[in-house]
């Protein structure tokens, strides 16, 4: 019984055999009641040691293929398949859908798929949502790796995070004029599962929550997921407007406002200072939380360093979430929460019950970075860079003549463009797409998906230079192309206000 | 104006600065109006550069505290406190637990306050639900992680986990006589987190839910913070008394059953291959899909390797989890989820509106180390001293003749001990606490924690034997010094079944 071993490979050789074994006894070629051959014997045919041969036929043992007698060997058993008992023939396969719970039954995966087209190779990504991983310092970080206390890396970690970067991060919060002792912070694995801990400890079905709209999509999504009943303000220049938040706050008294206050998403909007106090005193007001969501905050190109909404509060109504994903390694998962000790503690057992705490190396690696102020020179060096990408991206786009408008952020990571009314979201995604060129529809910044139809989100800070360019231009060219389609109606529909 | 600067402190010096003002300003110490000495001569006074008073002043500018003119300098603000306006006067402080969810509000943190005593440097801890780090192949790691692909490393993975890894992890399941493809593995940030997002696909309030009576403790805190009902099943020697589960299944027609059938938690188990079938039978009869959850199916200190759950399940109505965190180092939370596609579509939403994906260079580093058969090898140098340390801590309890009897398990982490009914849970454990030694007390372990007062869970990996020697026997201490105050009545009871 000689079988094709391959002693190179990574399966490891008793696995092989054993496979093999497995497969022609399940297929009937080894038939109940033949003997196996003593295992030296097997082991002299197939060139492999005894004891290997001892280990594949253990496993199959396990499995109840063959029984092992005294005397006579290994034998392949009478029931191979134990589990096809009589009853087994009944054996209805499960239909998982009815079992779902109804609000996760209703949630579709809308990301995805663009998500997927901006990740091919030969494609110009302006999807993404995370710096150019180029940029970011990995020597550093390698070096930092080697000076970690041994002992603490490999073990857990408090559940609330590794206190040491607590107390880092509280200095470095000083930096957005935040306040905030250690025991008010706690580490998360990325700053979207503090939306999640936020939408699992206030949203039950059918409560309302108010966001602003357009917003970051994924909290959108996490929202639903809640059941949530998804209330979107819309945005002007500066930001949440407040005039129209009032009455809305009246009427479905809404369990939390969620906001982006500082170079937000999509927009690139900062709220002003006069919103920010009107969004404070409404909450106080209404006695309604804020969810701050500050990923951006940091990656400002003027020097108007903009203050977080939380250091505005004095009253403990804001929530503030923040992370290193944006800056730095993504792929490391670590963000931050600031929030009231009642809030915390619950959000210390939602953390108990999904993953207990966050990696720990990157948790003692991020504090080594912080301390040797890392942090502040790695901006320092990046801040240009990802301003002279805003920079070409602008300058490509004024060449299209007003082709696709768009407001100049003084941050963070994305343009918010208008396109023509006469294209079409869906030929202009799947024009680009063939182009070579990615970017995120409008519409999935919207509760409700049928707006947003004539948007697109552009990132600036994924992608170099040279890239912006040639993408851009590439972007250009395809809009134009659809808009030349129906040019005729387009002439009627601009010149209806002149009329 | 000098101000007391530490130039060797972690906060920097143009914090340090601009913190020292902010207060003065606050205080009312520097009125509005102040104008600030000029850069250079404050520069000078404090013995700092130039530069580090101009970062000062800007920070303070940011905040509103100061402005700037040009040829006046810059000078206390007017309105040092902008958000003080006249509405504030009216604030309430935010009640949080109103707002909180009810499901949520109602869960309490059980677990933490026996945790924290255990992380105590100068206690013994039982309590422990993880391996001993010493133990753990910290040096073969870090070689590993010197050849990681720089690219990959820090970067984002797709939310169902890097690929290589999965493809790896579906080798390796063929140790436990599993047969999934790499497309059916998701991986997770811990294998808690298959937990949770099983419950919250799963469980609307109301819903049944099936677990072993006892069980892992995070699990029942999770299906009750997903408003399920809980119905535990009891456990013999064989495992879960199928038996008993056929009425409860008709009864309450739950959306699945969750279970440990290898190495149980908290009592060392493993289920028979008659209960096993006879599981995997009633839930095909009443269509009812089975989480299994195999955190220790590695561990076993016999020949007689388990064979997982999954692999005998022909229909595909098992959900496998298993994790990383038992036998390496649990900070880095990685496990991982073998499950139908239906189900792993609605996991990977879950995964992007929770935590994205699980740390990636734990990923790289866990799919290097299987590929090397570390794993094996670390497998094979662990086991020997883990069951040395249950052949002692089985040795010292003997020697308390039958004071607290106990199975002795074949794999896992745990003895699960039956303590004198005269001799109270609580007081033991804070005895036990001051002659510095301690475990888990059995009521954590089931859905209604009045049950599982008279056990407790010892863990055995997680200290040395000389540990374990000395621990062990103060408990013993412990609770023959309890069961020796309530002799009379002891003597009472144990004489009933006796007339």
């Known amino acids: ?53 001892i280990k594949a036929y253990d496993e199959l043992k396990a499995l109840g293929l063959v029984v092992s007698y005294r ?26 859908h009815p079992l779902f719970e109804k609000k996760i039954n209703d949630i579709n995966d809308t990301v995805s798929d663009p998500m997927n087209t901006s990740h091919q190779h030969d494609v110009i990504s302006f999807a993404a949502g995370i710096g150019d991983p180029s940029l970011f310092p990995l020597q550093q970080i390698e070096g930092m790796q080697k000076n970690l206390n041994q002992a603490e890396r490999l073990n857990f970690t408090a559940v609330e995070g590794y206190y040491p970067l607590r107390e880092r991060l509280s200095q470095w919060m000083s930096v957005r004029g935040i306040s905030a002792s250690p025991k008010d912070i706690m580490i998360l694995s990325g700053s979207m599962q503090g939306i999640d801990f936020t939408a699992r400890t206030f949203l039950s079905p059918g409560d309302a929550v108010i966001v602003e709209e357009p917003t970051f999509l994924q909290a959108i999504q996490c929202f639903k997921a809640a059941g949530a009943k998804i209330i979107g303000i819309p945005l002007d220049r500066h930001g949440l407007r407040t005039d129209i938040l009032e009455a809305q706050l009246a009427r479905y008294k809404p369990k939390f406002i969620y906001t982006i206050p500082t170079f937000h998403n999509p927009t690139g909007t900062v709220m002003s200072m006069e919103r920010r106090l009107a969004l404070l005193n409404l909450a106080y007001k209404f006695q ?97 860079i ?37 294209v079409s979201q869906k030929e202009l995604f799947s024009l680009c797409r063939d182009k070579g060129v990615s970017y995120l529809p409008g519409n999935l910044f919207f509760p409700q998906q049928s707006e947003g139809e004539h948007f697109i989100r552009l990132n600036y800070t994924y992608v170099s230079q040279e890239s912006i360019k040639k993408g851009i231009g590439l972007l250009l060219e395809a809009i134009a192309q659809l808009d030349q389609k129906s040019d005729n109606r387009n002439i009627k529909e601009e010149s209806t206000p002149i009329v």
């Open 288 to 384: 309604v939380p804020i969810l701050e969501d500050d990923p951006y905050g940091e990656l400002y190109f003027s020097n108007d360093k903009p203050l977080a909404l939380h250091a505005l509060d004095r009253h403990g109504y804001v929530i503030y979430l923040s992370t290193f994903s944006k800056v730095l390694f993504p792929g490391m998962r670590v963000g931050w929460l600031i929030a009231p000790e009642p809030v915390l503690k619950k959000f210390a057992i939602l953390k108990q019950i999904t993953d207990l705490q966050a990696n720990t190396p990157a948790q003692l690696v991020l504090n080594q970075f912080l301390r040797e102020e890392g942090m502040e020179q790695h901006l320092h060096q990046l801040l240009p």
């Open 1 to 53: 019984m000689r079988l094709a071993i391959n002693k190179h490979a990574s399966t490891p050789v008793y696995i092989q055999i054993k496979d093999a074994l497995k497969e022609q006894i399940l297929s009937g070629k080894l038939p109940a009641g033949f003997i196996l051959p003593p295992e030296r014997r097997f082991a002299n045919i197939n060139d492999v040691s005894r004891s290997t041969v």
């Open 71 to 96: 005397g006579k060997g290994t034998i392949v058993a009478e029931k191979s398949e134990p589990e096809k008992t009589h009853e087994e023939s009944h054996v209805f396969p499960l239909s998982w």
């Open 386 to 422: 990802y301003k002279g990408r805003r920079d070409m991206m602008l300058s490509v786009i004024e060449q299209g003549e007003g082709l696709i408008p768009v407001d100049i952020p003084q941050g963070g990571f994305y343009l918010w463009c208008r396109i023509p009314p006469s």
